[in-house]
């Protein structure tokens, strides 16, 4: 099983500053972790940070740390009712690896840890480095260590720390381009992301496209749709036998894709956002883009990104036509959200009375039809024209836009391209930093699976009775 550790940019700042003293001496806090489990994939999403107090600590030495164990009990009762990970962390300047009163000391600490919580789950110790890398392991409850497959920090950048079993990747001819232009550290990141794309249309296939070219490790594909006549001018590799079939549009892409031969795995799911299998599926991707036309659809995958600490790239774009022949505008937006940050709700891309709306206009078509005549709601906007070169476009923006969080290559910060726009009519090119905290979906931050699926009914586990 491949155990990986996530945290935000600001919950590393926060274990920075409490990690690494003026007084130079070693510090150490605990961190309290939601899960993300599916198939051999186990992600630790750090929940809320735990700080043990330096007049707490017996000993504190610039090479070691002697602490009470007491606000760990109140962690572990938590921890046991809840199904969460508990994380130690301590800080290391210039040494970066366990040392062997680390590793004595994590061998008495998690046994007893996992005596108190009896669930035979994961739990992990970590370190921090004053630059800013971190590096842990997994301790089972007979105290042996096995490396995290990586350590996570997710903020305007996006930085993966590979565990040290994860060496260079043998750079294939068709990834010699690519690795030229990102360097061979860029590439291996790539070659070893998992990335959700949900929406395999107009937007969603130059995405899979790109990805692929890219060659990203593995992509997992979501669309419950299949390929019809009018999709043949705007979905890429489509055909006219795929219309005539009725060939699933996630089985276009991944057709594609293994016939590029260029090594990308591919998980397919031809049904719609609102299934647990799916947001399991996508619950232990690296980043989610989502290339989705619902309100409903996009608030849930602002939601699983909070839930499960992913990085999101939305995408949109609209074309307004005068009804005469004409347009009166061409435009599109590429939303890049953090976990912690701002989201689609608090950046006034849709409400709260939306997303209910457009939930029931696909939970219950018969009801939204009826009260929609009754003049009790607002009809969602129906689909806008699109073709392929502003969907492309729009595409591009978003792919480059997960490169430069990957390889920081621009000359201006992230930060200030939390939301990119572009008018091909207006000529406009623009963008905006994140904004505050959306007290909406930053409150869940880290929880990872709970019952049901990110608080929503419908994502509830079956009951035979």
Not at 169 to 175: A, Q
Not at 345 to 358: D, G
């Amino acid at each position: 099983m491949e155990v990986s550790l996530t945290f935000s940019d600001l919950q590393r700042r926060e274990l920075a500053r409490h990690l690494f003293p003026e007084d130079g001496c070693e510090a150490v806090a605990l961190v309290l972790c939601g899960r993300a489990a599916h198939g051999n994939r186990h992600r630790l999403l750090a929940r809320r940070i735990e700080v043990i107090p330096y007049a707490e600590c017996s000993v504190r030495a610039p090479d070691q740390v002697t602490w009470s164990t007491q606000r760990l009990i109140p962690l572990l009762a938590e921890a046991e009712k809840t199904g969460m990970a508990i994380v130690k962390i301590h800080g290391h300047k210039g040494f970066d690896r366990f040392s062997t009163t680390d590793d004595q000391s994590d061998k008495e600490l998690f046994p007893s840890i996992h005596c108190w919580i009896e669930q035979n789950l994961p739990h992990g110790s970590a370190v921090l480095m004053e630059d800013g890398r971190c590096f842990g392991r997994v301790v089972d409850s007979s105290g042996r260590f096995t490396p995290f497959s990586n350590v996570t920090v997710v903020g305007d950048d996006i930085e993966i720390f590979r565990g040290s079993s994860n060496g260079h990747i043998e750079i294939p001819e068709f990834g010699r381009r690519v690795a030229q232009t990102f360097g061979q550290g860029t590439y291996d990141s790539l070659a070893k992301l998992r990335i959700g794309v949900v929406g395999c249309s107009g937007t969603g296939s130059p995405v899979v496209e790109q990805l692929a070219r890219n060659c990203i490790g593995s992509l997992v594909l979501v669309d419950p749709d299949h390929i019809e006549f009018k999709n043949l001018n705007r979905i890429y590799n489509s055909t006219e036998a795929d219309a005539k079939a009725g060939t699933a549009k996630v089985d276009v892409a991944s057709r594609t894709i293994f016939a590029m031969g260029l090594g990308t795995q591919v998980e397919t799911y031809a049904e719609t956002l609102f299934s647990r299998e799916v947001i399991k599926a996508l619950s232990t991707c690296d980043v989610v883009i989502g290339c989705m036309d619902s309100v409903d659809g996009r608030f849930a995958l602002n939601k699983l990104a909070s839930f499960y600490m992913i990085p999101y790239l939305d995408l949109g774009v609209r074309i307004d036509s005068d009804g005469k022949g004409g347009v009166d505008q061409v435009c599109g937006s590429v939303h890049y959200v953090k976990p912690g940050g701002s989201s689609l709700l608090s950046r006034n891309l849709l409400t709260m009375e939306q997303v209910r709306v457009a939930g029931l206009r696909r939970t219950d078509p018969g009801q939204y039809m009826k009260l929609l005549e009754e003049g009790y709601i607002r009809g969602v906007p129906e689909d806008r024209p699109a073709v392929i070169q502003l969907n492309s476009l729009i595409a591009s923006i978003a792919v480059n836009e997960l490169l430069a969080r990957l390889h920081p290559y621009r000359i201006d910060p992230n930060g200030d391209f939390a939301i990119v726009r572009v008018s091909v009519s207006h000529a406009i090119y623009d963008h905006e930093p994140d904004g505050l905290a959306c007290a909406v979906i930053s409150r869940h931050l880290g929880r990872g699976d709970v019952e049901p699926l990110l608080d929503m009914a419908e994502l509830s586990e079956a009951v035979s009775i």
